[in-house]
Protein backbone atom coordinates (compact mmCIF):
# COMPACT_ATOMS: atom_id res chain seq x y z
CA UNK A 1 0.00 0.00 0.00
CA UNK A 2 2.49 3.02 1.05
CA UNK A 3 4.75 1.02 -1.90
CA UNK A 4 1.99 1.71 -4.24
CA UNK A 5 1.63 5.38 -3.07
CA UNK A 6 4.85 6.66 -3.26
CA UNK A 7 5.34 4.75 -6.81
CA UNK A 8 1.86 6.00 -7.81
CA UNK A 9 3.09 9.58 -7.08
CA UNK A 10 6.37 9.56 -8.79
CA UNK A 11 4.99 7.99 -11.78
CA UNK A 12 1.86 10.03 -12.19
CA UNK A 13 4.08 13.48 -11.65
CA UNK A 14 6.36 12.36 -14.11
CA UNK A 15 2.29 11.93 -16.18
CA UNK A 16 1.55 15.13 -15.72
CA UNK A 17 4.72 16.75 -16.39
CA UNK A 18 5.01 14.79 -19.73
CA UNK A 19 1.27 15.28 -20.68
CA UNK A 20 2.03 18.05 -22.96
CA UNK A 21 4.68 15.96 -25.53
CA UNK A 22 2.51 14.17 -28.51
CA UNK A 23 1.47 10.83 -27.44
CA UNK A 24 2.60 8.49 -30.04
CA UNK A 25 0.25 5.45 -31.76
CA UNK A 26 1.80 4.85 -34.89
CA UNK A 27 5.56 5.55 -36.41
CA UNK A 28 5.42 8.76 -39.28
CA UNK A 29 5.35 7.46 -42.77
CA UNK A 30 8.99 7.76 -44.35
CA UNK A 31 9.10 9.61 -47.88
CA UNK A 32 5.32 8.56 -48.27
CA UNK A 33 5.62 4.95 -47.25
CA UNK A 34 3.50 3.93 -44.60
CA UNK A 35 5.95 2.22 -42.20
CA UNK A 36 3.70 1.21 -39.48
CA UNK A 37 1.29 -0.42 -41.95
CA UNK A 38 4.10 -2.82 -43.47
CA UNK A 39 5.71 -3.24 -40.28
CA UNK A 40 2.72 -4.73 -38.69
CA UNK A 41 1.52 -6.39 -41.57
CA UNK A 42 5.19 -7.80 -41.95
CA UNK A 43 5.45 -9.08 -38.23
CA UNK A 44 1.80 -10.65 -38.12
CA UNK A 45 2.95 -12.85 -41.19
CA UNK A 46 6.11 -13.53 -39.82
CA UNK A 47 4.69 -14.78 -36.50
CA UNK A 48 1.92 -16.69 -38.78
CA UNK A 49 4.91 -18.18 -40.15
CA UNK A 50 6.88 -19.50 -36.88
CA UNK A 51 3.21 -20.83 -35.83
CA UNK A 52 3.94 -23.88 -38.89
CA UNK A 53 7.74 -23.58 -38.15
CA UNK A 54 8.25 -23.42 -34.74
CA UNK A 55 11.66 -23.71 -33.88
CA UNK A 56 12.17 -20.19 -35.44
CA UNK A 57 10.53 -18.91 -32.28
CA UNK A 58 12.92 -21.12 -29.94
CA UNK A 59 15.93 -19.34 -31.73
CA UNK A 60 13.88 -16.33 -31.75
CA UNK A 61 14.06 -17.35 -27.41
CA UNK A 62 17.78 -17.83 -27.36
CA UNK A 63 18.51 -14.26 -29.27
CA UNK A 64 16.21 -12.61 -27.34
CA UNK A 65 17.83 -13.77 -24.07
CA UNK A 66 21.37 -12.92 -25.27
CA UNK A 67 20.01 -9.38 -26.42
CA UNK A 68 19.21 -9.13 -22.90
CA UNK A 69 22.20 -10.41 -21.25
CA UNK A 70 24.63 -7.73 -23.64
CA UNK A 71 21.40 -4.71 -22.92
CA UNK A 72 22.46 -5.81 -18.83
CA UNK A 73 26.08 -4.74 -20.04
CA UNK A 74 25.32 -1.30 -21.14
CA UNK A 75 23.17 -0.49 -18.49
CA UNK A 76 26.10 -1.66 -16.22
CA UNK A 77 28.47 0.24 -18.13
CA UNK A 78 26.05 3.61 -18.11
CA UNK A 79 25.45 2.73 -14.08
CA UNK A 80 29.41 1.98 -13.47
CA UNK A 81 31.13 4.21 -15.72
CA UNK A 82 34.51 4.36 -15.58
CA UNK A 83 34.47 1.84 -12.60
CA UNK A 84 33.12 -0.78 -14.54
CA UNK A 85 35.78 -3.51 -15.82
CA UNK A 86 34.32 -2.83 -19.37
CA UNK A 87 36.37 -1.79 -22.09
CA UNK A 88 34.53 -2.70 -25.13
CA UNK A 89 31.80 0.16 -24.76
CA UNK A 90 34.28 2.74 -23.58
CA UNK B 1 -26.61 -55.96 -13.77
CA UNK B 2 -23.12 -56.75 -15.20
CA UNK B 3 -21.76 -55.76 -11.74
CA UNK B 4 -24.26 -57.90 -10.11
CA UNK B 5 -23.22 -60.73 -12.53
CA UNK B 6 -19.66 -60.42 -11.68
CA UNK B 7 -19.58 -60.58 -7.83
CA UNK B 8 -22.07 -62.75 -6.97
CA UNK B 9 -22.49 -65.62 -10.06
CA UNK B 10 -20.11 -68.61 -9.45
CA UNK B 11 -17.78 -68.87 -12.39
CA UNK B 12 -18.70 -72.59 -12.40
CA UNK B 13 -21.90 -71.97 -13.92
CA UNK B 14 -22.25 -72.01 -17.42
CA UNK B 15 -24.18 -69.06 -19.71
CA UNK B 16 -27.51 -71.15 -19.98
CA UNK B 17 -26.91 -71.64 -15.89
CA UNK B 18 -26.71 -68.28 -14.58
CA UNK B 19 -29.87 -66.59 -16.71
CA UNK B 20 -32.57 -68.14 -14.48
CA UNK B 21 -30.28 -67.97 -11.45
CA UNK B 22 -30.12 -64.17 -12.55
CA UNK B 23 -33.93 -63.94 -13.20
CA UNK B 24 -34.56 -66.17 -9.56
CA UNK B 25 -32.28 -64.17 -7.83
CA UNK B 26 -34.52 -60.89 -9.18
CA UNK B 27 -37.55 -61.89 -8.87
CA UNK B 28 -36.42 -62.54 -4.77
CA UNK B 29 -35.45 -59.18 -4.83
CA UNK B 30 -38.97 -57.70 -5.77
CA UNK B 31 -41.20 -60.19 -3.98
CA UNK B 32 -39.21 -59.72 -0.79
CA UNK B 33 -38.41 -56.28 -0.77
CA UNK B 34 -42.11 -55.85 -1.35
CA UNK B 35 -42.95 -58.65 1.47
CA UNK B 36 -40.56 -57.41 3.32
CA UNK B 37 -41.71 -53.25 3.56
CA UNK B 38 -38.88 -51.50 1.30
CA UNK B 39 -37.75 -51.76 -2.49
CA UNK B 40 -34.90 -49.09 -3.19
CA UNK B 41 -34.51 -48.07 -7.07
CA UNK B 42 -32.62 -45.73 -9.01
CA UNK B 43 -31.95 -45.27 -12.65
CA UNK B 44 -28.75 -43.96 -13.08
CA UNK B 45 -24.74 -45.20 -13.14
CA UNK B 46 -24.30 -47.33 -10.12
CA UNK B 47 -21.04 -46.61 -8.57
CA UNK B 48 -22.13 -48.40 -5.07
CA UNK B 49 -24.14 -51.48 -4.90
CA UNK B 50 -25.30 -53.19 -1.90
CA UNK B 51 -28.39 -55.05 -1.71
CA UNK B 52 -29.94 -56.80 1.51
CA UNK B 53 -32.75 -59.52 1.68
CA UNK B 54 -35.55 -57.88 2.95
CA UNK B 55 -34.96 -54.36 1.06
CA UNK B 56 -32.43 -53.21 -1.31
CA UNK B 57 -30.74 -49.93 -1.10
CA UNK B 58 -28.87 -48.51 -3.46
CA UNK B 59 -26.34 -45.23 -2.92
CA UNK B 60 -25.22 -43.69 -5.60
CA UNK B 61 -21.61 -41.73 -5.74
CA UNK B 62 -24.36 -38.40 -6.25
CA UNK B 63 -25.17 -40.09 -2.35
CA UNK B 64 -28.51 -40.17 -3.56
CA UNK B 65 -30.60 -42.96 -1.89
CA UNK B 66 -33.93 -43.32 -2.77
CA UNK B 67 -36.49 -45.60 -0.86
CA UNK B 68 -40.28 -46.78 -1.07
CA UNK B 69 -41.81 -48.17 1.68
CA UNK B 70 -45.24 -50.18 2.55
CA UNK B 71 -46.10 -50.63 5.56
CA UNK B 72 -43.13 -49.12 7.51
CA UNK B 73 -40.95 -46.83 8.54
CA UNK B 74 -37.52 -47.32 7.12
CA UNK B 75 -34.06 -45.65 7.63
CA UNK B 76 -31.38 -45.72 6.59
CA UNK B 77 -27.62 -46.13 8.01
CA UNK B 78 -24.80 -46.47 5.77
CA UNK B 79 -21.55 -46.98 7.11
CA UNK B 80 -17.85 -46.52 5.57
CA UNK B 81 -16.43 -49.13 3.46
CA UNK B 82 -13.74 -50.53 5.84
CA UNK B 83 -10.69 -52.73 4.77
CA UNK B 84 -8.31 -54.34 6.92
CA UNK B 85 -10.26 -56.35 8.94
CA UNK B 86 -13.18 -56.31 10.84
CA UNK B 87 -13.70 -52.42 11.58
CA UNK B 88 -16.59 -51.26 9.73
CA UNK B 89 -16.41 -47.40 9.88
CA UNK B 90 -12.67 -46.77 10.67
CA UNK B 91 -12.23 -45.00 7.38
CA UNK B 92 -14.10 -42.30 5.28
CA UNK B 93 -16.42 -43.11 3.55
CA UNK B 94 -20.20 -42.79 3.37
CA UNK B 95 -21.82 -41.14 6.25
CA UNK B 96 -25.13 -40.87 7.33
CA UNK B 97 -28.04 -41.75 9.10
CA UNK B 98 -31.30 -41.36 10.80
CA UNK B 99 -33.10 -40.16 7.93
CA UNK B 100 -37.05 -41.34 8.16
CA UNK B 101 -39.36 -42.24 5.21
CA UNK B 102 -42.95 -42.66 6.86
CA UNK B 103 -44.77 -45.55 6.26
CA UNK B 104 -46.84 -46.19 2.67
CA UNK B 105 -44.54 -43.11 1.26
CA UNK B 106 -41.94 -43.39 -1.49
CA UNK B 107 -38.81 -40.81 -0.73
CA UNK B 108 -35.29 -40.13 -1.72
CA UNK B 109 -32.88 -38.54 0.44
CA UNK B 110 -28.94 -37.44 -0.14
CA UNK B 111 -26.38 -38.65 2.10
CA UNK B 112 -23.00 -37.11 2.10
CA UNK B 113 -20.19 -38.96 0.19
CA UNK B 114 -17.29 -38.78 1.64
CA UNK B 115 -14.72 -40.71 -1.12
CA UNK B 116 -11.89 -42.23 1.12
CA UNK B 117 -8.92 -42.83 -1.27
CA UNK B 118 -9.11 -46.39 0.36
CA UNK B 119 -12.44 -46.91 -1.59
CA UNK B 120 -10.25 -46.74 -4.62
CA UNK B 121 -7.10 -48.08 -3.50
CA UNK B 122 -8.45 -51.65 -3.40
CA UNK B 123 -11.32 -53.70 -6.01
CA UNK B 124 -14.28 -54.15 -4.11
CA UNK B 125 -14.33 -57.78 -4.68
CA UNK B 126 -15.15 -58.94 -1.53
CA UNK B 127 -19.07 -58.77 0.07
CA UNK B 128 -21.23 -57.09 2.46
CA UNK B 129 -21.81 -59.26 5.75
CA UNK B 130 -24.83 -58.57 7.67
CA UNK B 131 -27.37 -60.58 9.50
CA UNK B 132 -30.17 -60.29 11.20
CA UNK B 133 -29.01 -58.25 14.69
CA UNK B 134 -26.67 -55.98 12.53
CA UNK B 135 -23.59 -57.78 13.37
CA UNK B 136 -21.11 -58.50 11.41
CA UNK B 137 -18.87 -61.95 10.58
CA UNK B 138 -15.97 -62.10 9.73
CA UNK B 139 -14.14 -62.23 6.99
CA UNK B 140 -16.66 -59.32 6.19
CA UNK B 141 -14.75 -56.30 5.01
CA UNK B 142 -17.55 -53.86 4.09
CA UNK B 143 -20.94 -53.60 5.46
CA UNK B 144 -24.43 -51.70 5.12
CA UNK B 145 -27.32 -52.16 6.79
CA UNK B 146 -30.70 -51.08 6.77
CA UNK B 147 -33.04 -50.39 9.62
CA UNK B 148 -36.92 -50.83 9.26
CA UNK B 149 -38.72 -49.68 12.34
CA UNK B 150 -35.64 -50.11 14.69
CA UNK B 151 -34.95 -53.82 13.53
CA UNK B 152 -32.15 -54.74 10.97
CA UNK B 153 -33.30 -56.07 8.15
CA UNK B 154 -32.14 -59.93 8.22
CA UNK B 155 -29.28 -60.21 5.14
CA UNK B 156 -26.94 -62.74 4.00
CA UNK B 157 -23.36 -62.30 2.64
CA UNK B 158 -24.48 -63.31 -0.67
CA UNK B 159 -27.13 -61.21 -1.35
CA UNK B 160 -24.87 -58.12 -0.26
CA UNK B 161 -22.61 -56.93 -2.68
CA UNK B 162 -20.55 -53.32 -3.77
CA UNK B 163 -19.33 -53.20 -7.61
CA UNK B 164 -16.32 -51.19 -8.91
CA UNK B 165 -16.70 -47.75 -9.80
CA UNK B 166 -16.60 -47.52 -13.08
CA UNK B 167 -14.45 -43.94 -15.03
CA UNK B 168 -15.48 -41.08 -13.40
CA UNK B 169 -14.66 -38.62 -16.72
CA UNK B 170 -14.79 -40.99 -19.46
CA UNK B 171 -10.98 -42.09 -19.25
CA UNK B 172 -9.77 -38.46 -19.56
CA UNK B 173 -8.05 -36.37 -16.69
CA UNK B 174 -10.62 -34.33 -14.95
CA UNK B 175 -11.83 -33.97 -11.41
CA UNK B 176 -15.14 -34.83 -11.03
CA UNK B 177 -15.72 -34.22 -7.62
CA UNK B 178 -14.49 -32.02 -4.67
CA UNK B 179 -15.86 -31.35 -0.93
CA UNK B 180 -16.62 -29.62 0.57
CA UNK B 181 -18.26 -28.22 -1.81
CA UNK B 182 -21.87 -26.55 -1.54
CA UNK B 183 -22.01 -27.12 2.36
CA UNK B 184 -21.81 -25.82 5.16
CA UNK B 185 -19.33 -26.36 7.62
CA UNK B 186 -18.42 -25.16 10.93
CA UNK B 187 -15.58 -23.25 12.42
CA UNK B 188 -13.04 -24.03 14.12
CA UNK B 189 -13.81 -28.00 13.51
CA UNK B 190 -11.63 -29.68 11.29
CA UNK B 191 -12.74 -31.09 8.22
CA UNK B 192 -11.68 -33.30 4.84
CA UNK B 193 -10.61 -31.91 1.89
CA UNK B 194 -11.30 -34.43 -0.91
CA UNK B 195 -10.86 -34.45 -4.39
CA UNK B 196 -12.20 -37.67 -6.80
CA UNK B 197 -11.57 -38.37 -10.52
CA UNK B 198 -10.03 -39.80 -13.13
CA UNK B 199 -6.21 -39.60 -14.28
CA UNK B 200 -5.49 -40.78 -17.93
CA UNK B 201 -2.97 -43.24 -19.13
CA UNK B 202 -1.27 -40.06 -20.78
CA UNK B 203 -1.24 -38.53 -17.64
CA UNK B 204 0.20 -41.27 -15.66
CA UNK B 205 2.90 -42.07 -18.14
CA UNK B 206 6.29 -42.11 -17.03
CA UNK B 207 4.88 -41.41 -13.35
CA UNK B 208 5.93 -44.40 -10.73
CA UNK B 209 3.60 -46.64 -9.48
CA UNK B 210 2.77 -46.39 -5.55
CA UNK B 211 4.83 -43.21 -5.08
CA UNK B 212 3.87 -40.62 -2.74
CA UNK B 213 6.95 -38.29 -3.09
CA UNK B 214 5.19 -35.59 -4.48
CA UNK B 215 8.25 -33.87 -5.96
CA UNK B 216 8.20 -36.86 -8.23
CA UNK B 217 4.46 -38.19 -8.18
CA UNK B 218 1.05 -36.61 -8.86
CA UNK B 219 -0.45 -34.59 -5.90
CA UNK B 220 -4.00 -32.87 -5.25
CA UNK B 221 -3.82 -29.49 -4.01
CA UNK B 222 -6.68 -27.79 -2.42
CA UNK B 223 -6.42 -23.83 -1.58
CA UNK B 224 -9.15 -22.32 -0.05
CA UNK B 225 -9.87 -18.84 1.28
CA UNK B 226 -12.50 -16.15 2.53
CA UNK B 227 -14.17 -14.53 -0.52
CA UNK B 228 -17.51 -13.30 1.18
CA UNK B 229 -17.94 -12.47 4.50
CA UNK B 230 -21.28 -12.96 6.54
CA UNK B 231 -22.66 -11.12 9.16
CA UNK B 232 -20.22 -8.18 8.19
CA UNK B 233 -23.08 -5.17 7.38
CA UNK B 234 -26.00 -7.14 8.97
CA UNK B 235 -27.66 -6.50 11.95
CA UNK B 236 -26.58 -7.04 14.99
CA UNK B 237 -29.67 -9.12 15.51
CA UNK B 238 -29.28 -11.17 12.51
CA UNK B 239 -28.45 -14.60 13.01
CA UNK B 240 -28.63 -16.06 9.20
CA UNK B 241 -26.82 -13.57 7.55
CA UNK B 242 -26.48 -15.72 4.56
CA UNK B 243 -28.47 -12.68 2.26
CA UNK B 244 -26.12 -9.98 2.89
CA UNK B 245 -22.32 -11.20 2.16
CA UNK B 246 -19.53 -9.10 1.51
CA UNK B 247 -16.59 -9.40 -1.21
CA UNK B 248 -13.83 -10.50 0.89
CA UNK B 249 -10.59 -10.87 -0.07
CA UNK B 250 -8.71 -13.32 2.67
CA UNK B 251 -5.43 -14.98 2.75
CA UNK B 252 -5.38 -18.85 0.64
CA UNK B 253 -4.74 -21.66 2.78
CA UNK B 254 -2.77 -24.58 0.78
CA UNK B 255 -2.86 -28.11 1.70
CA UNK B 256 -1.63 -30.80 -0.54
CA UNK B 257 -1.44 -35.02 -0.53
CA UNK B 258 0.17 -37.37 -2.88
CA UNK B 259 -2.13 -38.81 -5.58
CA UNK B 260 -0.86 -41.93 -5.54
CA UNK B 261 -1.17 -43.72 -8.70
CA UNK B 262 -1.65 -47.84 -8.09
CA UNK B 263 -1.46 -48.58 -12.39
CA UNK B 264 0.33 -47.83 -15.65
CA UNK B 265 -3.45 -47.06 -17.26
CA UNK B 266 -6.17 -44.53 -17.00
CA UNK B 267 -7.70 -44.71 -13.38
CA UNK B 268 -9.86 -43.54 -11.04
CA UNK B 269 -8.70 -41.81 -7.71
CA UNK B 270 -10.01 -40.32 -5.08
CA UNK B 271 -7.97 -38.36 -2.76
CA UNK B 272 -8.41 -36.70 1.68
CA UNK B 273 -6.67 -34.79 3.51
CA UNK B 274 -7.50 -32.73 6.74
CA UNK B 275 -7.88 -29.34 7.32
CA UNK B 276 -7.84 -27.39 10.23
CA UNK B 277 -10.43 -26.16 11.60
CA UNK B 278 -11.81 -21.93 10.11
CA UNK B 279 -11.93 -19.57 12.28
CA UNK B 280 -13.61 -17.07 10.42
CA UNK B 281 -17.69 -17.22 8.65
CA UNK B 282 -18.32 -16.75 5.53
CA UNK B 283 -18.29 -17.86 2.03
CA UNK B 284 -15.44 -19.62 1.20
CA UNK B 285 -13.52 -20.53 -2.35
CA UNK B 286 -12.08 -23.79 -2.88
CA UNK B 287 -9.67 -24.46 -5.23
CA UNK B 288 -8.61 -28.12 -6.34
CA UNK B 289 -6.02 -28.80 -8.96
CA UNK B 290 -4.27 -32.45 -9.89
CA UNK B 291 -0.57 -31.05 -10.28
CA UNK B 292 2.64 -33.27 -11.60
CA UNK B 293 5.95 -32.04 -10.74
CA UNK B 294 7.02 -29.95 -14.05
CA UNK B 295 9.77 -32.11 -15.86
CA UNK B 296 12.29 -30.65 -18.06
CA UNK B 297 14.02 -33.63 -20.12
CA UNK B 298 12.82 -36.22 -16.88
CA UNK B 299 14.35 -34.04 -14.56
CA UNK B 300 12.07 -32.85 -11.66
CA UNK B 301 15.11 -30.80 -9.92
CA UNK B 302 17.85 -28.80 -10.61
CA UNK B 303 20.56 -29.26 -8.22
CA UNK B 304 18.02 -30.34 -5.39
CA UNK B 305 16.05 -27.80 -6.08
CA UNK B 306 12.33 -28.75 -7.28
CA UNK B 307 11.08 -27.25 -10.88
CA UNK B 308 7.59 -26.88 -9.08
CA UNK B 309 4.50 -28.70 -10.39
CA UNK B 310 2.45 -27.80 -13.48
CA UNK B 311 -1.46 -28.17 -12.93
CA UNK B 312 -3.01 -30.82 -15.37
CA UNK B 313 -6.99 -30.41 -14.47
CA UNK B 314 -8.57 -28.39 -11.67
CA UNK B 315 -12.19 -27.28 -10.74
CA UNK B 316 -12.98 -24.78 -8.29
CA UNK B 317 -16.21 -24.38 -5.89
CA UNK B 318 -17.41 -22.81 -2.87
CA UNK B 319 -18.22 -24.02 0.65
CA UNK B 320 -19.53 -21.62 3.88
CA UNK B 321 -18.13 -21.59 6.90
CA UNK B 322 -20.59 -20.71 9.61
CA UNK B 323 -22.05 -20.70 13.13
CA UNK B 324 -19.92 -18.13 14.38
CA UNK B 325 -19.75 -15.91 17.48
CA UNK B 326 -21.50 -12.98 18.76
CA UNK B 327 -17.74 -11.33 19.48
CA UNK B 328 -17.24 -11.94 15.64
CA UNK B 329 -20.50 -10.98 14.41
CA UNK B 330 -19.65 -8.00 16.81
CA UNK B 331 -16.11 -7.44 15.69
CA UNK B 332 -17.13 -7.74 11.69
CA UNK B 333 -19.98 -4.76 12.26
CA UNK B 334 -17.67 -2.70 14.43
CA UNK B 335 -15.15 -2.81 11.84
CA UNK B 336 -17.67 -1.85 8.95
CA UNK B 337 -16.14 -4.47 6.21
CA UNK B 338 -18.84 -3.09 4.06
CA UNK B 339 -16.12 -2.13 1.76
CA UNK B 340 -15.62 -4.02 -1.68
CA UNK B 341 -12.23 -5.44 -0.96
CA UNK B 342 -10.34 -7.35 -4.00
CA UNK B 343 -11.99 -10.55 -5.27
CA UNK B 344 -9.94 -13.62 -4.31
CA UNK B 345 -6.92 -13.96 -6.89
CA UNK B 346 -6.68 -18.03 -6.63
CA UNK B 347 -2.61 -18.13 -7.30
CA UNK B 348 -1.83 -15.27 -5.17
CA UNK B 349 -2.14 -15.18 -1.76
CA UNK B 350 -2.80 -10.82 -0.21
CA UNK B 351 -2.68 -10.28 2.88
CA UNK B 352 -5.83 -8.36 4.48
CA UNK B 353 -5.72 -5.05 5.65
CA UNK B 354 -7.49 -5.70 8.92
CA UNK B 355 -4.19 -7.49 9.72
CA UNK B 356 -2.72 -4.14 11.04
CA UNK B 357 -5.87 -3.43 13.51
CA UNK B 358 -4.49 -3.46 17.04
CA UNK B 359 -7.54 -6.09 17.89
CA UNK B 360 -7.40 -9.53 19.48
CA UNK B 361 -8.09 -12.14 16.28
CA UNK B 362 -7.47 -9.51 13.67
CA UNK B 363 -3.73 -8.91 14.03
CA UNK B 364 -1.01 -10.19 12.06
CA UNK B 365 2.20 -8.65 12.10
CA UNK B 366 3.58 -10.45 8.93
CA UNK B 367 0.94 -10.00 7.18
CA UNK B 368 -0.28 -6.23 8.27
CA UNK B 369 3.75 -5.55 7.30
CA UNK B 370 3.13 -7.60 3.66
CA UNK B 371 -0.08 -5.68 3.35
CA UNK B 372 1.51 -2.28 3.62
CA UNK B 373 4.45 -2.88 2.07
CA UNK B 374 4.21 -5.13 -0.97
CA UNK B 375 1.90 -3.86 -3.55
CA UNK B 376 -0.62 -6.42 -5.04
CA UNK B 377 -0.56 -7.39 -8.80
CA UNK B 378 -2.95 -5.46 -9.79
CA UNK B 379 -1.37 -2.19 -8.22
CA UNK B 380 1.53 -3.67 -9.98
CA UNK B 381 -0.38 -3.64 -13.25
CA UNK B 382 -2.06 -0.51 -12.81
CA UNK B 383 1.56 1.00 -12.41
CA UNK B 384 3.07 -0.41 -15.59
CA UNK B 385 -0.08 0.16 -17.39
CA UNK B 386 0.51 4.15 -16.89
CA UNK B 387 4.07 4.18 -17.28
CA UNK B 388 3.41 2.94 -20.59
CA UNK B 389 0.23 5.22 -21.24
CA UNK B 390 1.59 8.42 -19.65
CA UNK B 391 5.51 8.11 -20.26
CA UNK B 392 6.86 5.41 -23.15
CA UNK B 393 4.06 6.24 -25.31
CA UNK B 394 4.99 9.90 -25.80
CA UNK B 395 7.47 11.33 -28.00
CA UNK B 396 10.08 10.51 -28.67
CA UNK B 397 10.75 7.44 -26.60
CA UNK B 398 7.08 6.39 -28.21
CA UNK B 399 8.88 6.02 -31.48
CA UNK B 400 10.89 2.84 -29.84
CA UNK B 401 7.70 2.05 -27.68
CA UNK B 402 5.72 1.65 -30.89
CA UNK B 403 8.57 -0.43 -32.80
CA UNK B 404 8.75 -3.07 -29.22
CA UNK B 405 4.73 -3.11 -29.80
CA UNK B 406 4.79 -3.91 -33.00
CA UNK B 407 7.74 -6.44 -33.43
CA UNK B 408 6.69 -8.13 -29.77
CA UNK B 409 3.27 -8.91 -32.16
CA UNK B 410 0.89 -7.03 -30.10
CA UNK B 411 0.36 -4.21 -32.31
CA UNK B 412 -2.62 -5.89 -33.71
CA UNK B 413 -5.03 -8.57 -32.67
CA UNK B 414 -5.92 -9.48 -36.30
CA UNK B 415 -4.35 -12.41 -37.41
CA UNK B 416 -2.21 -12.09 -40.30
CA UNK B 417 -1.96 -14.77 -43.38
CA UNK B 418 0.77 -15.58 -45.06
CA UNK B 419 0.60 -13.59 -48.56
CA UNK B 420 0.18 -15.50 -51.64
CA UNK B 421 2.32 -15.16 -54.67
CA UNK B 422 1.80 -14.48 -58.29
CA UNK B 423 4.05 -15.80 -61.10
CA UNK B 424 2.99 -15.10 -64.93
CA UNK B 425 5.16 -17.55 -67.25
CA UNK B 426 6.97 -15.07 -69.78
CA UNK B 427 5.66 -15.01 -72.89
CA UNK B 428 8.12 -17.41 -74.97
CA UNK B 429 5.34 -19.18 -77.38
CA UNK B 430 7.50 -22.66 -77.46
CA UNK B 431 6.70 -23.44 -73.82
CA UNK B 432 2.80 -23.50 -74.15
CA UNK B 433 3.19 -21.44 -71.34
CA UNK B 434 3.03 -18.10 -72.35
CA UNK B 435 0.47 -15.88 -70.63
CA UNK B 436 -0.17 -18.15 -67.85
CA UNK B 437 -0.94 -17.16 -64.60
CA UNK B 438 0.00 -19.42 -61.44
CA UNK B 439 -1.31 -17.74 -57.75
CA UNK B 440 0.82 -19.94 -55.26
CA UNK B 441 -0.89 -19.45 -51.50
CA UNK B 442 1.68 -20.33 -49.07
CA UNK B 443 -1.06 -19.80 -46.32
CA UNK B 444 -3.20 -23.08 -47.98
CA UNK B 445 0.59 -24.75 -48.33
CA UNK B 446 1.42 -24.51 -44.67
CA UNK B 447 -1.53 -25.76 -43.80
CA UNK B 448 -1.79 -28.62 -45.63
CA UNK B 449 1.69 -29.41 -44.36
CA UNK B 450 1.48 -28.91 -40.52
CA UNK B 451 -1.89 -31.31 -40.59
CA UNK B 452 0.49 -33.76 -42.25
CA UNK B 453 3.01 -33.06 -39.31
CA UNK B 454 0.12 -32.98 -36.84
CA UNK B 455 -0.62 -36.54 -37.96
CA UNK B 456 2.99 -37.62 -36.61
CA UNK B 457 2.34 -38.89 -33.05
CA UNK B 458 4.19 -41.52 -31.20
CA UNK B 459 1.78 -44.08 -30.28
CA UNK B 460 2.38 -44.84 -26.86
CA UNK B 461 2.63 -41.09 -25.05
CA UNK B 462 0.18 -39.27 -27.96
CA UNK B 463 2.84 -36.82 -27.81
CA UNK B 464 3.50 -34.69 -31.23
CA UNK B 465 6.60 -34.44 -33.49
CA UNK B 466 6.69 -30.62 -31.68
CA UNK B 467 6.33 -31.90 -28.05
CA UNK B 468 9.29 -34.67 -28.41
CA UNK B 469 11.89 -32.28 -30.18
CA UNK B 470 11.17 -29.47 -28.66
CA UNK B 471 12.39 -29.87 -25.48
CA UNK B 472 15.78 -31.13 -27.24
CA UNK B 473 16.07 -27.75 -29.19
CA UNK B 474 15.36 -25.19 -26.48
CA UNK B 475 18.32 -27.77 -24.16
CA UNK B 476 20.82 -26.86 -27.23
CA UNK B 477 19.56 -23.33 -28.04
CA UNK B 478 20.39 -23.23 -23.86
CA UNK B 479 23.90 -24.31 -23.67
CA UNK B 480 24.70 -22.39 -26.95
CA UNK B 481 23.44 -19.19 -24.84
CA UNK B 482 25.13 -20.25 -21.73
CA UNK B 483 28.22 -20.71 -23.75
CA UNK B 484 28.23 -17.23 -25.48
CA UNK B 485 27.95 -15.78 -22.29
CA UNK B 486 30.21 -17.46 -20.40
CA UNK B 487 32.95 -16.59 -23.45
CA UNK B 488 31.71 -13.30 -23.78
CA UNK B 489 32.47 -12.77 -19.72
CA UNK B 490 35.71 -14.87 -19.37
CA UNK B 491 37.08 -14.75 -22.38
CA UNK B 492 36.65 -18.85 -22.77
CA UNK B 493 36.57 -21.08 -24.88
CA UNK B 494 39.01 -19.22 -26.85
CA UNK B 495 40.42 -15.80 -26.86
CA UNK B 496 38.80 -14.25 -29.97
CA UNK B 497 35.23 -12.87 -30.88
CA UNK B 498 33.48 -10.26 -29.30
CA UNK B 499 34.88 -8.83 -25.73
CA UNK B 500 32.32 -7.78 -23.45
CA UNK B 501 35.37 -6.32 -21.38
CA UNK B 502 33.95 -8.69 -18.00
CA UNK B 503 37.12 -10.46 -17.62
CA UNK B 504 40.63 -11.33 -19.04
CA UNK B 505 40.87 -11.52 -22.83
CA UNK B 506 42.92 -11.03 -26.03
CA UNK B 507 42.36 -7.10 -25.49
CA UNK B 508 42.89 -7.15 -21.90
CA UNK B 509 46.17 -8.75 -22.27
CA UNK B 510 47.12 -6.80 -25.01
CA UNK B 511 46.71 -3.60 -22.83
CA UNK B 512 48.72 -5.79 -20.20
CA UNK B 513 51.43 -6.73 -22.71
CA UNK B 514 51.68 -2.63 -23.71
CA UNK B 515 51.95 -1.88 -20.13
CA UNK B 516 54.66 -4.30 -19.55
CA UNK B 517 56.70 -2.81 -22.39
CA UNK B 518 56.26 1.13 -21.31
CA UNK B 519 58.48 0.18 -18.52
Known sequence: MITNAILSIIVNTFTILLSWIPQISTLPPIAGYDIDTALVTGMGQFYAFTNYVWPIRDVMLGAGFLWGFHLLLIFLKVILGSRAPSKSFS | MDALTKYTMPTFLSISEKRPLKMALGACFVV????????????????????????????????????????????????????????????????????AFPPNTPGTTTVQYVPDQSSIQYPFSTYFCIDSVGSYPTPCTNWVYLTINGTYVPGQASNVYLAQPTSLCNGSTCISSVSPSNTEIATSTSFDLNAMGTISAKDALNIDEFITDMTKGLSIKWSYGLVDRLYASCPLSTVVATSCPIPFAGALTVMRAPLVLYNTGTQDFTVSTTSPGLSETGIYQLNVEIDKPTSILGLTSVFGINLGYTQIAATSTTFTVATSTAYQR?????????????????????????????????????????????????????????????????????????????????????????????????????????????????????????????????????????????????????????????????????????????????????REWLYEHKQ
Not at chain 2, 34 to 39: D, E, F, I, M, S
Not at chain 2, 72 to 99: H, R
Request: a negative charge; glycine letters at 14%; one cysteine or more.
Open chain 2, 32 to 99: LGVLGGGTFAHASTVIYSEAVVGGVVLVYDDGLIDASTTGADIWYNVNTPAFGGNNPGAFGGYEGSGF
Open chain 2, 330 to 510: YMAFLLDLNTSKNTLNATTTQAALDSCLPVPGFFNLSDCVTVLFTPTPGQIDGLIQTVHDGILTRAPVGYVTRLVTIFAGTATTTPQALPSFTVQFANVPQTGLQGLTYTINMQDMMDAGSSTMAGFVDPISGKSLREITEPYILLIIAISALIIIFHDTMGIPGNGGRDSGYGRNSGEKY
